[in-house]
């Protein structure tokens, strides 16, 4: 079992650009999560998927956009990139929002 | 103030002593997580716990609902536990984890 892949570990945008961040898990679990976690500070929530064709707002989805493609994948889309966006990407995912979670290995990103 | 807050932030202890980290919250929670984040970035979840005392080799945690506060103890550390080790919540009133802002723990050999 992979667990929780992200693609890609590393990326460096210019300011407007677009892309996507994809993350996938094995473990067939229902629940997957965006974090952004910024130097020095804690892990906060972007957008968070209860389960299949779900998809809420967390603490910080200003500039973010996820789709649920399936109960494997969740991915996060920056339409127009800021330097504020400069951050490291965490997906992770649970069997359900009472049970543990399990992280993908995080995506660099900054937008110059 | 922060409704997770963890101290210390910062610890640096000899190899083999007993670690403890403590996590106090203000919100009613249905949950309480301890994760270790490596060096290299990484997050790995250690506990997750609504009472009492779990075990897992030398890491123990605890929980006292009626006090809001959780504690991590490491026994016999080791170079290699040095992390962030880091506490969050699972409110009751919504599915969102509130995370504390970590401890960063170094073991000197």
């Known amino acids: 079992n992979a667990g929780v892949t992200q693609t890609p570990k590393f990326q460096v945008l210019k300011t407007g650009q677009s892309m996507t961040l994809q993350c996938a898990q094995d473990?067939?679990?229902?629940?997957m999560y965006w974090y952004r976690q910024d130097p020095g500070m804690g892990l906060r929530l972007i957008y968070y998927?209860?389960?299949?064709?779900?998809?809420d707002k967390g603490e910080v989805p200003n500039g973010y956009n996820v789709s649920r493609l399936n109960k494997r994948e969740f991915s996060l889309r920056l339409e127009s990139a800021a330097p504020s966006q400069t951050s490291v990407y965490f997906c992770?995912?649970?069997?359900?929002?009472?049970?543990?979670?399990?992280f993908g290995p995080g995506t660099r990103l900054t937008v110059l | 103030k922060n409704e997770v807050e963890q101290s210390p932030q910062n610890l640096t202890a000899q190899e083999g002593e007993f670690i403890t980290i403590n996590c106090s919250y203000s919100?009613?929670?249905?949950?309480l997580h301890w994760l270790q984040q490596h060096p290299g970035g990484g997050i790995v979840s250690l506990f997750m716990?609504?009472?009492?005392?779990k075990k897992h080799g030398r890491l123990i945690a605890t929980i006292n609902i009626q006090e809001k506060h959780s504690s991590l103890h490491i026994t016999a550390s080791h170079p290699r536990d040095s992390a962030v080790y880091i506490c969050?919540?699972?409110?009751?009133?919504?599915?969102?984890?509130?995370w504390g802002a970590g401890t960063k723990l170094i073991i000197k050999p």
């Open positions: 992770a995912s649970s069997e359900g929002h009472y049970n543990e979670q399990f």
């Open positions: 473990m067939n679990h229902n629940s």
């Open positions: 998927s209860a389960s299949e064709g779900t998809t």
């Open positions: 919100v009613g929670i249905s949950a």
């Open positions: 716990l609504s009472s009492g005392k």
């Open positions: 969050a919540v699972l409110g009751n009133s919504n599915y969102q984890l509130i």
